[in-house]
């Protein structure tokens, strides 16, 4: 039986391999970014929520 070679890619050029290189970096920087942005607000929200909780804690506590 044969070896079919048909899925093979072609190599790419170095023009086209820093292109897609460059293409990855921008992508994995968003992704950081947005990744970072997603923790900020994570971590803002759950700050406010831990101060509401001790505030009612505390407004509990004296009444």
């Known amino acids: 039986m044969t070896e079919d070679l048909s899925f093979r890619r072609k190599p790419l050029t170095p023009e086209q391999r820093q292109a897609r ?6 992508e ?14 994570f971590y803002a ?12 804690e505390a407004a509990a506590a004296k009444g």
Request: net charge positive; aromatic share 0%; no cysteine.
């Open 21 to 26: 290189d460059a293409v990855r970096r921008i």
């Open 45 to 56: 929200n759950k700050e406010r929520l831990r101060a509401e909780r001790l505030a009612r």
């Open 28 to 41: 994995a920087e968003k992704a950081m970014r947005d990744h970072e942005q997603a923790q900020k607000a």
